[in-house]
């Protein structure tokens, strides 16, 4: 007996260490970005060995399977729409929305069409083990292997680690995420939408785990369907799967589950939130300068009271999109050639330019870190 508690406390010790290994390699970037440096060196992006993101994924089922797959939260809340692999932007909102207690709720897509995620995802995951009862990670239609393996982010995990295995290993952490969950039983949080199959949220919690495919009515109304003003109710998607919803839809879809209003995302909106029926719902993406575009990211903040508030960050510079060194969060020292390695990133994504083969100690990021820190202040 004392033998088996020993085991199970030195595994916990084990995965704290990771996690905390990974959380500390993001530093060197989050100083960064705190403090808005946009105009010297590259931003320092860490790169992890299979072996802690394995044990990363494993940690990471461990809690989503003690998690509801429909949560319902009751507390001040942040809500944050698609991130797609754009890493500079899931800083900034974790720095920004982390100096008070609230839940932060992602809806979905964090990875593809962006370089960045896998960096993304693990520095997610790491936030969901650290902070269970703060981070709700939804799940997008791109939390999917038939869609990811398609759209950039299997792609960049081999490039990156030279074979599949991580890819696998985080879609098999995206099959037990929720599908949505609610706020102070009066907003419905959700990818993409509702569905003329869905009449009761109650019945979400029907679904188990793991889902490994949305070859289901109700869950392609959710991760892939968008509001529409072609008509009051449901219509075919002209995505080609499920329905698209009017006015009319939501408001009896609100009213039979006594709730106010419906946050999603989904879809790229130039302002970074868009209100739709007189604010029964709100679109909300977070990642800026989304496909080289100009658009900002937006971030909504549900206090005690109920109240909406938007909050938006500017587009991120050409010089940070294009100014990026990779480091080894193990060794401290850039572990390829970035030059070769994001060639064919290249190509796909138009935001990688020629790095340096001059490796960095991970320490010397610091060191320049500080020193901005001095001058800002």
Known sequence: MNYLFFIQKLFLFMINDTVDLI?????PLIDIVKND???????PIPVFCIKDIEKLCVESIKILHDCSIFPRISDTCYVIGDIHGNLYDTIRIWINMCKEPSHIVFLGDYVDRGENSLEVVVFLLALLVKYPDRITLLRGNHEFECINSNHGFKTEVMNKMKNDDAFYSINRVFDWLPIACTINNSGFCV???ISPFLERIESLYLFKRPITNFNNQILEGLLWSDPTVLDSDFIFSERGITYDYGLKAISRFLKSNGLSYILRAHQCVECGVKSFGNGKLFTIFSSSNYLNGNNVSGIIHIDQDGKIEKYFLKPISEFLLL????????????PWDS????????????????HSQKAISLP??????????????
């Open 37 to 43: 440096v946009e105009n010297e060196s590259e931003l």
């Open 323 to 334: 100014n990026k060194r990779y480091f080894n969060a193990n060794t401290n020292i850039i």
């Open 339 to 354: 030059t070769n390695t994001y060639k064919s990133l290249k190509n796909k994504f138009c935001l990688v330019k020629k």
């Open 364 to 377: 010397k990021l610091q060191k320049i870190a500080q020193k901005r820190r001095k001058s800002i202040y």
């Open 23 to 27: 959380l500390k390699n993001f530093l």
């Open 191 to 193: 990818h993409g939408g």
